[in-house]
């Protein structure tokens, strides 16, 4: 018997994790892409109730991700604007500064479900324009932090020299 996953998961089978933070963030997070065997096209299944989002507005400099709207409705921020959406809506999130950056906001009054698709490069850097935050993760495995790899948040100016710690 293979131990390869199963090609196809029905969206009803999908294991979830909950993630929040404070009283603004709380989603339902399910992994799919990884539960089904993709390996260069990620996919989660992201649950959201009124008046919460899953992520903080952000950008990637490398990802590129796609959302669609499966139930309910919100908005959804990208750089300086504010777009209403709604079940069917299919969403761009492509890679680049903070003119692509984004976030889905639960605004209706019933709960938010929503596809995230995004390819899966090894190496990404993620900045959040509200916080002043950027993140570098390369060869991280999410599913197993332990693993190795590297994950980095911080802010502009909390650099080191480029040779500290050097002998020399």
């Given at each position: ?59 990637h ?9 499966l ?48 390819d ?10 509200d ?38």
């Open positions: 018997m293979s131990d390869a996953p199963k090609p196809i998961l029905n969206l009803d089978d999908v294991a979830f994790m909950e993630m929040g933070h404070g009283e603004t963030f709380a989603a339902k997070l399910g992994q799919i892409g990884q539960r089904i065997g993709s390996t260069g096209v990620g996919c989660m299944l992201i649950v959201v109730e009124p008046g919460k989002r899953a992520f903080p507005f952000h950008n400099h490398n990802i590129h991700e796609m959302f669609v709207i139930e309910g409705e919100g908005t959804y921020r990208v750089g300086g604007t504010e777009y209403p959406v709604r079940a069917g809506d299919v969403l761009a999130a492509p890679a680049g500064g903070p003119e692509t950056a984004h976030q889905i906001i639960n605004t209706g009054s019933t709960t938010l479900k929503y596809l995230g698709i995004s899966r490069p090894d190496t990404e850097v993620v900045e959040y324009p916080s002043g935050k950027f993140g570098v993760v390369s060869r991280f495995d999410w599913s197993n932090p332990e693993a190795g790899g590297i994950r980095f948040v911080g802010r502009k100016g909390e650099s080191l020299d480029y040779w500290d710690g050097e002998d020399g």
